[in-house]
């Protein structure tokens, strides 16, 4: 028996002029959110943001089954990031590129 794949954390992270930030978190919760829990592997999407003077940072961390829920949400290059039509209205930047990250135990048994 092989052990099972670890879950795979997908982070993506933009920025926005903090006069747009209340928008665009609305418009992540309208869209990214939903279209990422939607997927069939999903196993959960965290939206964090910080603001820092002018402006507002986001991270979506999204968790996952395995890289083959990825493809499902990002298609074959799962390294890209998934951007919506209204993105380029409130990200100061957007960023081609998003990370992965094996979940491992804090602690070991």
Known sequence: MTAPE???????SGQTPRAKADAYEDYLRATGVP?????PGNLGVFL?????????????LSLWDHMESIHRFAGD?????VYYPADREYLLRMD???THYQVRPARLP
């Not at 290059?77 to 990031?81: T, Y």
């Open 77 to 81: 290059d799962v390294q890209k990031a």
């Open 35 to 39: 279209d990422l829990e939607a997927t």
């Open 48 to 60: 964090l943001r910080r603001d820092l003077g002018d402006r507002s940072e986001f991270v979506i």
């Open 6 to 12: 670890p879950t795979i954390a997908r982070s993506w």
């Open 96 to 98: 081609p590129l998003v």
